[in-house]
């Protein structure tokens, strides 16, 4: 499967915890986003990487989350100090500069 | 303030019966695009819709991209329950300042087909 792939698929964690999603995308794609998806919505841009430069964070993004992507590959998402407001789907997408996105499964996420 | 507004919200229908959703706006797109998302899954492009009046079908699905450009359509003939899950409509800010090819969601049109 040459998709874009998404783990853990599923976390539950406790408020205060820190957590980290990792994304692997498409390997030919040079770009790389985040976003964020809550019940009853679409999802939510979070930030935007081309190759390993963070080009645009949303102002969803507090002080507690922070995405890397060191070598232009794969990324992570991690949250620091989970909050009960953090649970939703943290879905992850590739492209190839403007083309078609490819979005991955999501990694759902349950702060207690 | 919703960018794009989608209606309905959502939609429970008998397989074989024929739906639309819509998608409107104050704006002026220059693109809109739809997208399908299953349950557990994330989303998947359906279709671009460029110009305006512009009508493309998918099978047993027809979009509709508005005159003014304002506005998208989906018609579902027929549907069946694999067309169940979350319609999306989204936009690209890019052409309005915005960043480099990031998109705008609506809150979608959760769609429920009963065999």
């Known amino acids: 499967d040459t998709g874009v792939s998404q783990n853990p698929r599923h976390k539950i964690t406790k408020r205060g915890q820190n957590v980290t999603f990792r994304c692997d995308p498409i390997s030919e794609h040079n770009r790389l986003y985040w976003y964020r998806q809550t019940l009853g919505q679409g999802p939510e841009f979070l930030t935007y990487?081309?190759?390993?430069?963070?080009?645009?964070k949303s102002r969803l993004l507090s002080d507690r989350f922070s995405a890397e992507r060191p070598k232009g590959s794969f990324s992570t998402l991690e949250i620091q100090r989970t909050e009960q407001g953090d649970s939703a789907m943290y879905l992850c997408?590739?492209?190839?500069?403007?083309?078609?996105?490819?979005f991955g499964e999501g990694s759902r996420l349950t702060v207690l | 303030t919703q960018l794009l507004e989608q209606s309905p919200q959502f939609l429970s229908i008998q397989e074989g019966e024929n739906l639309t959703v819509y998608c409107n706006s104050s704006?002026?797109?220059?693109?809109l695009q739809w997208y399908r998302q299953e349950p557990g899954e994330g989303p998947v492009l359906l279709v671009t819709?460029?110009?305006?009046?512009e009508v493309k079908k998918l099978k047993r699905l027809t979009f509709q991209f508005g005159d003014a450009r304002k506005d998208s359509s989906l018609h579902i003939t027929a549907a069946q329950p694999g067309d169940t899950g979350l319609y999306l409509c989204a936009f690209s800010p890019m052409n309005y300042g915005g960043s480099q090819g990031n998109l705008i969601f609506g809150k979608g049109t959760k769609l429920s087909v009963k065999p």
């Open positions: 990487f081309q190759n390993e430069a963070q080009l645009e």
């Open positions: 704006s002026v797109f220059s693109s």
């Open positions: 819709v460029v110009t305006g009046g």
């Open positions: 997408a590739s492209r190839w500069d403007t083309g078609e996105l490819f």
